[in-house]
């Protein structure tokens, strides 16, 4: 039975009849102009690319390329879809294009239905004008890389999300519309509600309330140190055979030179950072996989490691194909003051818990007793030594580091002030975005516009992980509260 039955999905030729009228190449839905169009299960998806300026202060000089793609409910008519608010979604990273649905699975089914939703790739990332090695390096020197790296934060991102409403609502621009943000997208979230929050409807915030009062990262790592250390524990807790697992492997690293598939160094710290994996759902399952296959029986005889575990180590890390989370992490906290390797210094606060002694030279009953501490969310100096499409901007990331002179990304005094709605999950074990520090950020949010939802059922992937994470948002639009 459940093999006949048949969903409904109309032919091509029904699409164009009830909702596109084509010309020169473009399609034009609801009065908008649109580059392309696709159709899903349940989904109509429309894309358009944004010319907009690099650097909005200075407007006539060099434009880059945003790119979007507006979903809708394929069952709506086209009315009822334009009846719709948009509400934006705003992707984590910093430096990840946003995903492309291609179903109604997960929360998007649910937006839909009271939403036109629209996805952009921030700028920098996926279809939009992408930052990578080589787009970079062919600009000139490092300062003049550094220089133009710096116009891809969350102030120029909102800033491009104002310049695409503005052109969505040529006819009316002072239409307002919603923001859903996943992480990072909180921080631009947030920077939006400092800047134009005339401009926005309602915010919802997932795992993304931004420590707006810092002007360094400093805090926050010596917040996510504390909450990695208990992620360690938990990890070796389930799965107490990788205690040793680690240690062979770190003790095969610090006595071999260690190369992936690409190139890239395989150095010790570069196996700790597998460790970010561990806040979200299954990261400790995938990490524990790859502990597995490092103690495989089918190496050749020459080989330290198969090239299985090598493979994974290296397709598990994605610094070298998305840079901008690399050079700029630590700059997403920076308001006029440089952000110094903020993690590689509050490291030592701790030690010596993350460093790692050389293994041979301890004694039997210290090598029994040592456990490897994976590391989280921490960008570190030397990965622009282990990682090859890295390597070539790796001065530009040293100039950016010593930057002390960034702009503002928040003003506290007007969020302090509010009026747009915001319902925020908060996840109390989020290992990423410190639950202490979003406790901070909500109390200097008058409480009548902020609405908090406080779960440890979650981990900071719930929003991808569990549609109710969206719908309980949703609730919190009628109910306030949770």
Known sequence: KMLNHQIPYPELEDIHNNYFIEESNSYKFNNRDYEEYERYPGLLSFSKSFTVPLDYDNPNDKTITVFSRLYANSNYDSA???????????????GFPSPKPTNTFGWIGSAVKEYQVLFLDQRGTGRSENVNRESVTSIGNPKEQAEYLTFFRADSIVKDCEFIRKSFYSSNPDTTWSLLSQSFGGFCALTYLSFYPESLREVFLCGGLAPIHLTNPDDVYRQTYKKVLKYNKKYYN???????????????????????????????????????????????????????????????????????????????QYLDNHPIYAILHESIYCQGEASNWSANRIREEFSPTFEVPDLSNL??????????????????????????????????????????????????????????????????EDMYVDFKLSEEVIAKIDKDYVHPWITNLYLHSGLRDFTEVFDNLLFLVDNKTY
């Open 80 to 94: 009822t879809i334009d009846s719709l608010p948009i509400i934006v979604y705003l992707q984590g990273g910093p």
């Open 238 to 316: 389930k799965y107490p055979e990788d205690v040793e697992r680690a240690k062979n492997i770190i003790s095969k690293l610090q006595q071999n030179e260690v190369k992936l598939p690409d190139g890239g160094n395989l150095s010790v710290r570069r196996f700790q950072s597998l460790g970010l994996s561990l806040g979200i759902r299954g990261g400790a399952e995938r990490l524990h996989h790859i502990m597995e296959l490092s103690c495989s029986k089918y190496n050749h005889n020459d080989q330290l490691f198969s090239d299985e575990f090598l493979g994974l180590v290296q397709a598990s």
């Open 363 to 428: 004694s039997n009953e210290e090598y029994d007793d040592y456990r490897v501490f994976f590391t989280g969310e921490m960008i570190y100096p030397e990965v622009f030594d282990d990682f090859v499409d890295l390597r070539p901007l790796k001065e530009a990331a040293n100039i950016l580091a010593q930057k002390n002179d960034w702009g503002p990304l928040y003003d506290v005094e007007q969020i302090s002030k509010n009026k747009v709605n915001i319902y925020a999950s908060v996840y109390y």
